[in-house]
């Protein structure tokens, strides 16, 4: 069969893609997109934005029933979980257009419905039909990496893509793994009445942020009713009575906890085994992740890939952040090119209060700097976050010894919003005295970030 040629094929609609494909749109060229399931990638669908909105659920649930502690009448209510989880699917609607591809076929891309796969360096097959293109981006992203555990298979287990749209609510919940879906959906699914415990094998819950801090949200998280074993290893899953046993070990001790369901939050997996990635010569790292250079080129000179599935920092803004290097290093000279720089990315976990942060921890600034200084600010300590009743979580900002901010970690209400300025001022380059200058508006809660900095 004959294949239809374009200039750009995108294989991969999610934030990467879709960001690369507007590029090469702009720069004229011919573009298409080969996608298996609906445009936005996994975060539209089954990720950020169900997620956050199941959050956001909970959270105005938990400020019902504190409502005598803002002087309102006492509110007895009880959570509606089917009405809950069709929210959720409503806001999926409303930011997708409900999952169609019309609106790109009416701005001029052609889209292949399909799974593509390689069948020649410059050409895809696609449910049946042939994809040729000059340049091609990759970005299928991830799958849930379900973790390799006795009888889980066997008793059923459910992972973010179904937690999302849950027909019935599960009374008891085991969540394996403890970073940030872990973490989010026990406080979403505790909030709504479900008994949560929770097994990470690491030493604390999100393992990649400031001990101390995230120290911090465990304390909020417990206090709230979800039980957390760190350190610990499920060995192995059971079906017992119509429930299903979950079996596991921490420092000689034997844990067992008996729940309706199971939910596997334990990373993510590439998503490129199906793509025959060999046949173009586009070489992998361990795991199956897409190696690139700082240009996001693979080792195949027409073959660029984005987002999740090249293992970096797997966000959805990094992941757009990423498209528009190579929406313009496709079309870019080789003087002209633009590099990825992943030094400088904030993130945030959005449990209720969010966790948020930006640049170094205390102990990477000091393995990387030695002399450094370390800034705390108790939220207790903003006069903002007394009037709001939410008094709960710190600041901690890291300087080098000219005050020169290398990092911040924010626990507390809106933290996943006031992060930006000190991702502004640690891109910059800033030192403290600069951040300090800026009159900021009282009473707010980022005059807390005025006075963080001002304790360096």
């Known amino acids: 069969m004959a294949a239809e040629a374009f200039d750009v094929v995108v294989l991969g609609t999610g934030a990467g893609g879709l960001t690369a494909a507007e590029h090469a749109k702009q720069a004229g060229a011919n573009v298409a997109l080969v996608e298996k399931d609906r445009p936005g990638g996994d975060c539209t669908y089954y990720g950020c934005v169900p997620t956050k909105a199941l959050i956001h659920s909970a959270k105005v649930l938990h400020y019902i029933r504190r409502a005598q502690e803002y002087g309102l009448p006492r509110v007895d209510v009880q959570p509606d979980f089917r009405e809950v989880m069709a929210h959720a699917q409503r806001v999926i609607d409303k930011v997708s257009a409900e999952g169609s591809f019309e609106p790109w076929r009416d701005r001029g891309f052609r889209v292949f419905q399909g799974e593509g796969r390689f069948v020649d360096p410059h050409e895809l097959e696609v449910a049946g039909e042939r994809v040729r293109g000059d340049k091609f981006v990759i970005a299928t992203g991830t799958d849930p990496a379900v ?84 350190g610990a290893k499920v060995d192995q899953v ?157 600041m901690k900002v890291v300087a080098d010894a000219d005050k020169r901010i290398l990092g911040a970690t924010i626990l507390g209400p809106h933290a996943d919003e006031l992060i930006h300025e000190l991702a502004l001022a640690v891109k910059l380059g800033l030192r403290a005295g600069d951040v300090r200058s800026l009159i900021h508006a009282y009473p707010t809660l980022a005059e807390g970030v005025r006075e963080a900095v001002n304790r360096l």
Not at 350 to 370: C, D, I, M, S, Y
Request: proline share 5%.
């Open 238 to 394: 059971s079906t017992q009575g119509g429930k299903k046993l979950v079996v596991a070990s921490k420092g000689g001790e034997r844990l067992e906890v008996l729940v309706d369901e199971i939910l596997a939050a334990t990373g993510r997996r590439p998503a490129t085994s199906e793509i025959a990635l060999d046949v173009p010569g586009v070489a992998t790292r361990r795991g199956g992740w897409i190696g690139v250079d700082d240009t996001l080129r693979t080792s195949a000179e027409h073959i660029w890939a984005v987002g999740d599935c090249v293992g970096r920092l797997l966000f959805t803004h990094v992941a757009s952040y990423q498209g528009d290097i190579v929406g313009h290093n496709m079309f870019a000279k080789d003087g002209d090119l633009q590099r990825y720089d992943g030094s400088v990315i904030p993130w945030a976990t959005f449990t209720e209060p969010p966790l948020a942060r930006v640049g170094l921890t205390e102990q990477q600034a000091r393995e990387k700097h030695g002399d450094v200084r370390v800034a705390r600010l108790e939220f207790s300590d903003i006069e903002r976050a007394h009037i709001m009743l939410e008094p709960e979580g710190m």
């Open 147 to 230: 973790p390799e555990i006795a009888g889980l298979a066997e008793a059923g287990y459910i992972t973010n893509i179904q937690a999302v749209s849950l027909p019935e609510q599960p009374m008891e919940l085991a969540i394996i793994g403890a970073g940030p879906i872990g973490t989010e959906f026990s406080q979403f699914f505790t909030r709504m009445g479900t008994k949560v415990t929770v097994f990470g094998k690491y030493d604390q819950i999100l393992p990649k942020e400031d001990p101390e801090v995230a120290g911090r949200l465990r304390t909020i998280l417990e206090g709230e009713g979800v039980t957390i074993h760190t």
